[in-house]
């Protein structure tokens, strides 16, 4: 069973900065896809990046290219979102979930964190 933890949310002013983090544990790290989503309140879910076991291949959402950039670190099992020049509609549940390819569709990730809650002011 695999388990994911994120961390790092919380209140921010807009044009702010914030750091998530997930933590994975309970099966090989290194080999998974690794991609971060979002659920605004009344919103449906939706992809915000993704990246490769290697880190050498990374995929953005439109909505959040240029401002996040996501990365891992392999020995730490640890993948981060790294999100600048945060907007009021990026508030949001962000959650982190293991996949099988680098792509933005919800049913290519099989394993899902519970979430963590970010909220940009203006």
């Known amino acids: 069973q695999v388990q994911l933890v994120e961390s790092g949310g919380g209140l921010v002013q807009a044009g702010g900065s914030l750091r998530l983090s997930c933590a994975a544990s309970?099966?090989?790290?290194?080999?998974?896809?690794m991609g971060w989503f979002r659920q605004a309140p009344g919103k449906e879910r939706e992809f915000v990046a993704a990246?490769?076991?290697?880190?050498?291949?990374?995929r953005y959402a439109n909505s959040v290219l240029g401002r996040f950039t996501i990365s891992r670190d392999n020995a730490k099992n640890t993948v981060y979102l790294q999100m600048n020049s945060l907007k009021p509609e990026d508030t949001a549940d962000y959650f982190c979930?293991?996949?099988?390819?680098?792509?933005?569709?919800?049913?290519?990730?099989?394993?899902w964190g519970q979430g963590t809650q970010v909220t940009v002011s203006s």
């Open positions: 979930a293991v996949g099988r390819v680098v792509a933005d569709r919800e049913d290519l990730y099989d394993y």
């Open positions: 309970g099966r090989p790290f290194s080999w998974s896809v």
């Open positions: 990246v490769s076991w290697s880190g050498g291949g990374v």
